[in-house]
């Protein structure tokens, strides 16, 4: 008996619980059915959580996401009153609730997993006035399974009549949503901590002792911390004594953690990791400095980072402080400094006492400055990350930070974003204008701007939370003393690493809360701290007056100082935000971005449905992409008015951003190299489509769809497509274009099961493609049961992002259907054959140059196989037919000499025809000169 599982105010349901589901053979469906008389489970998402995931997801706004809970509830409601049913909260299910388990169990036939402890998201209840009118009707669904039909009438009715009067609420709330939503998020965290952290502080603290024992047992000789007495010696001993002794542990440490240099890594298959000059083009360094990889030093036992808070009274700000810090580590080993530079609170001397942390004090008062240098020269980590003690860290924030010197090999700095408490922008990278003046650029602005949120090469990063190389703290002589006691160092420290070819990087995906002036005040007149702001000024303006000749003059055009290196931008529009995880069009796309970067492109993204995506918004902003979407642009062309004029090349990929916005680009990017990108013909797979199958997928008529194409081909200044086939037709159809074929992109991936070892087919494809699931459909129902006459045990594997329910259909005994998963790498090592049975199509299919790239042999079709120089027999099988098709299969199943030969043949083509060179020289070729 089929059952049926609706998830209530969710995209998709927990992974948890699918993969517990499809292994049980239980169907289910995030749809509301009415019909059958099959039980249901309804889990229902709390409307808290709903709205929140719905406006990261669509830019919906309170309002609008609880009316869309409401009403998905009563819908299911409704569909469901005559079955037998279980009502119950998605949180409840993970948590292990027995009661909720039990009842759901017996009514599916299943046991349902239990999450792992600390693995359920708590989301905290809004405040009923972010609710309005809708908080009543909220709260009478909250039992919905009590309600009478009567109740639930009225309560519909009652929705219905707020709907109607709320249109114009609605546009507003969207517009104001991303601020309210965010402080109540705000408010939230604090609630959390305040709940949590003294019970997860004992557990915390025993780990952090565990890990300082673990470092310090590599090598009790070399790496044990100097005795406290010997300490204030080295402190009180000249600069030179002091540079000697912290080069010799810099050494040591080299030689423990086995340094690398941060020479530019191959482009991945996957988001690719990105060259400093894609941000900012910097001279050549003035030294050669050994700076680590994180992810390499994290598989040691060192410690990669150390976190130093200098300390000056404030004592309940600085507990604060390294309680978020435990709340929110970084998953790599660390270790926590407190110095206290001769605090005159007596509670300051509680701050040793504090689990976990390594704590030192002066015996004089150094100041900012000379505090930061002496908890610099005690750290045990490849890199320090200076943090102000009265600041608050969020969760993955040092993880960002780490990340940012392998996103952007040859990066000297990295600084948070630094929020008020009150959510507002403090600081999103400073600029330096040419009176040596410091902004912090993108204070009091909203926190999720666009414009503050993609990283990007900066003149400095405030000191507050600034993450450094320990290697290129030491070269570049630390903090400078020459402005003691505080104000600069870090501007300072930054144009060093800066002019000497190490960039520096603001990170948005990094958060910091900071208190501004806690510790120095705010008033440069009034406040003897803060007064040294100004007399430094004067100090860095006399060292760097040279330099600062190439900066504007003070409040000069701020959008563009804040780039200033940037002379060349890229604008990319293509349908929705890409996920290079789940097809091969956006992976291409991905590496497009990529290789603009890497050509000194600055890359703006607009997704034509302006829809925001996690977490792969956040993911190209982290790279260094301007993404611009909801709330905070709801027109592309108003975008187009008032920024086109400043892009070189502007590239629409997909025929329905063409046919959308190639006219606006015309009319508004007057200067731009205007790029159509098909990403595949659209015209030659309709046309294949219905040859094939006599009818299109979309509806669409393939003639119609051929002359909008084709006229779009013609009013761009350059064509790309995926595969010279394409590029020969459109020489003979649109011979006076001028075409460019960019193709897909693979680094070396292989893998290391041997043949003998391999069981299993595989097909990947992304399922919104009409080919994909025609040819997994044909795949399981015609070439499956001709296997079965030769290989009865043979399984198939279908796997591919959003999956329409009639591929879940062919699941059985021998036809696993996966959906979406996030790691291939397993399967990839699993299986015998990877299969590419597409009947129609156009361009090159990521799903063979990625088996290929892996050594797993492909049987594929002659369309599959278009753009591919690949040789029948040599390097991959090809066959068209059911029995052509499964015979090559059976071959390949039988045969291992033939299995080793394709293997190693398809990495061949792959590394000499896919590779990153020959994909750069084409798009370099179309970029403007």
């Known amino acids: ?374 908890g610099a020269a005690e750290a045990r980590g490849a890199y320090l990350f200076f943090l102000n003690s009265d600041t608050e860290m969020t969760s993955g924030a040092l993880d960002a930070m780490l990340a940012t010197f392998r996103l952007f090999p040859g990066t000297g700095a990295v600084g948070a974003k630094l929020l008020f408490p009150d959510g507002k922008v403090q600081d999103a990278g400073g600029i330096v204008w040419q009176d040596a003046s410091a902004w912090n650029y993108g204070r009091d602005r909203h926190p999720a701007d666009p414009e503050l949120n993609y990283a990007r090469a900066v003149d400095y990063v405030a000191g507050a939370a600034l993450m450094v190389p320990a290697a290129l703290f030491e070269h570049f002589g630390g903090f400078d003393a020459y402005y003691s006691p505080a104000y600069y160092e870090d501007v300072d420290l930054c144009m060093k690493l800066t002019h000497g070819g190490w960039p520096v990087i603001y990170q948005p995906a990094a958060v910091v ?150 006219d606006a680009v015309r009319r508004w990017c007057t200067t731009s190299t205007i790029i159509y990108d098909t990403v595949d013909l659209h015209f030659l797979r309709e046309e294949r489509e219905m040859a094939v199958r006599g009818a299109i997928t979309t509806g669409g008529d393939h003639a119609a769809t051929r002359r909008s194409e084709l006229s779009a081909i013609a009013r761009s200044d350059i064509t790309f497509v995926c595969s010279t086939v394409e590029a020969e037709l459109l020489a003979e159809v649109v011979p006076d274009t001028r075409v460019e074929v960019v193709s897909l992109v693979h680094d070396e991936a292989p893998t290391t099961t041997p043949a003998s070892s391999r069981r299993g087919l595989l097909f990947v494809g992304g399922m919104e493609h009409p080919p994909n699931i025609d040819g997994a459909t044909w795949m399981a129902t015609a070439i499956m049961p001709l296997l079965a006459r030769t290989h009865p045990d043979v399984e198939l594997h279908i796997v591919g992002s959003k999956m329409p329910p009639e591929l879940h259909e062919l699941a059985g005994p021998r036809v696993r259907v996966h959906g979406f998963v996030e790691d291939l790498e397993p399967l990839y090592e699993q299986v015998r054959v990877c299969l590419a049975p597409l009947r129609f199509g156009a361009g090159v299919k990521g799903k063979i140059t990625q088996a290929m790239v892996r050594g797993v042999p492909t049987v594929a079709t002659t369309v599959a196989m278009e753009g591919i120089p690949a040789v029948d027999g040599e390097s991959v099988l090809i066959a068209d037919g059911a029995e052509a098709f499964a015979a090559a299969v059976a071959r390949l199943l039988d045969d291992d000499e033939l299995w080793c030969l394709l293997a190693t043949s398809g990495q061949r083509v792959v590394a000499e025809h896919f590779s990153i060179d020959a994909l750069t020289e084409r798009v370099r070729r179309a970029l403007p000169r």
């Open 1 to 374: 008996m089929p059952h049926a599982l609706l998830i209530l105010g969710t995209s998709a349901p927990p992974s948890l619980l699918t993969d517990a589901l499809d292994q049980a053979g239980v169907a289910w469906s995030t749809d509301v059915d009415d019909s059958g008389d099959h039980p249901a489970v309804i889990l229902r998402e709390s409307p808290h959580a709903a709205a929140r995931r719905l406006f990261e997801r669509d830019g919906a706004s309170l309002l609008r996401g609880g009316v869309m809970w409401a009403r998905q509830l009563l819908d299911a409601e409704q569909a469901t009153r005559d079955r037998s049913r279980v009502f119950a909260s998605v949180d409840a299910v993970l948590r292990g609730d027995a009661d909720t388990l039990a009842a759901i169990s017996g009514l599916i036939g299943t046991e349902l997993p239990v999450a792992p402890p600390g693995q359920v998201e708590v989301v905290d209840a809004l405040p009923e006035r972010a609710w309005g009118p809708l908080a009543d009707v909220i709260t009478a669904l909250d039992a919905v399974a009590e309600r009478t039909p009567d109740e639930l009438a009225a309560i519909d009715a009652r929705l219905d009549d707020l709907v109607a009067g709320a249109a114009d609420q609605f546009a507003d709330l969207d517009r104001t949503t991303a601020r309210s939503l965010h402080t109540m998020r705000r408010a939230g965290e604090h609630q959390r901590w305040l709940e949590q952290l003294e019970e997860n502080q004992r557990a915390q603290a025993e780990e952090l002792l565990r890990l300082d024992r673990a470092v310090t047992s590599l090598d009790k000789k070399k790496r044990r911390p100097l005795p406290e007495r010997a300490a204030r010696k080295i402190q009180r001993a000249p600069r030179a004594i002091r540079r000697r002794a912290s080069i010799q542990r810099r050494k040591l440490q080299a030689l423990k953690s086995g340094q690398v240099s941060g020479a530019t890594p191959p482009l991945s298959a996957h988001p690719s990791p990105v060259p400093h000059g894609a941000l900012a083009p910097a001279a050549s360094p003035t030294a050669s400095v050994a700076v680590p990889d994180p992810e390499r030093l994290a598989e040691i036992a060192g410690v990669v980072v150390s976190i130093i808070i200098p300390v000056y009274n404030e004592v309940r700000l600085t507990e604060k402080c390294v309680k978020t810090v435990r709340h929110n580590p970084p998953s790599v080993p660390h270790e926590l400094i407190l110095v206290n530079d001769c605090s005159t609170d007596p509670e300051a001397r509680r701050l040793a006492d504090l689990d976990g942390v390594r704590y030192f004090e002066n015996d004089t008062n150094l100041g900012f400055v000379g505090t930061c240098n002496r």
């Open 513 to 662: 809360y900071h208190r501004e002036g806690a510790s120095y005040g705010t008033d440069v007149v009034r406040d003897q701290g803060k007064h040294n702001q100004v007399i430094n000024r004067d100090k860095f303006l006399r060292r760097w007056k040279d330099e600062l000749l190439a900066h504007r003059p003070n409040g000069a055009q701020p959008e563009l100082e804040k780039e200033r290196s940037i002379t060349k931008r890229a604008l990319v529009i293509d349908a929705r935000v890409v996920t290079a995880d789940q097809d091969a069009g956006s992976l291409r796309m991905s590496n497009l971005f990529a290789i603009l970067q890497r050509e000194g492109y600055k890359v703006t993204f607009i997704p034509q449905n302006l829809l925001f995506h996690q977490p792969y918004v956040r993911q190209l902003q982290a790279r260094g992409i301007e993404v611009h979407t909801r709330p905070f642009l709801d027109d592309v062309e108003d975008f187009l008015h008032d920024r086109g004029p400043e892009f070189d090349v502007v590239i629409l990929s997909r025929l329905e951003v063409a046919e959308q916005q190639l």
